[in-house]
């Protein structure tokens, strides 16, 4: 499995921008692909996964109706859209891979992308 995140860049808080993350190497029908986070000094944390087959999603608290994750399965990408950004959500995002459902936790996804940087300056 290879991940392969694209997207981040500098904005100004209150803006939008959207990651990708293509997937490789196999079906992902029976998986979910999670977005995670990591800001400088902090931990990994939970931001966004979608159920590949189904299209389920779940989103931390923190970003719901400011971020929205989607997939096209032609083309084996899933979007991370993220709307009125805040400079707390500085970060770098990654995106990660695991069979079965969705999961929160950073340590139940087995296969992860590089990062992409995102600045969101105040």
């Known amino acids: 499995v290879q991940l392969q995140a694209s997207g981040g860049g500098l904005v100004q808080a209150g803006g939008s921008l959207g990651l990708s993350c293509v997937a490789s190497?196999?079906?992902?029908?029976?998986?979910?692909i999670g977005w995670f986070r990591q800001a400088p000094g902090g931990e990994r944390e939970f931001v966004a996964a979608?159920?590949?087959?189904?299209?389920?999603?779940d989103y931390t608290n923190s970003v719901k109706g400011r971020f929205t994750i989607s997939r096209d399965t032609v083309k084996n990408t899933v979007y991370l859209q993220m709307n009125s950004l805040k400079p707390e959500d500085t970060a770098v995002y990654y995106c990660?891979?695991?069979?079965?459902?969705?999961?929160?936790?950073?340590?139940?996804?087995?296969?992860w992308g590089q990062g992409t940087l995102v600045t969101v300056s105040s």
């Open positions: 990660a891979a695991r069979p079965g459902g969705i999961a929160t936790i950073h340590h139940e996804y087995p296969y």
């Open positions: 190497g196999r079906t992902f029908s029976k998986y979910a």
């Open positions: 979608i159920r590949w087959d189904s299209g389920t999603t």
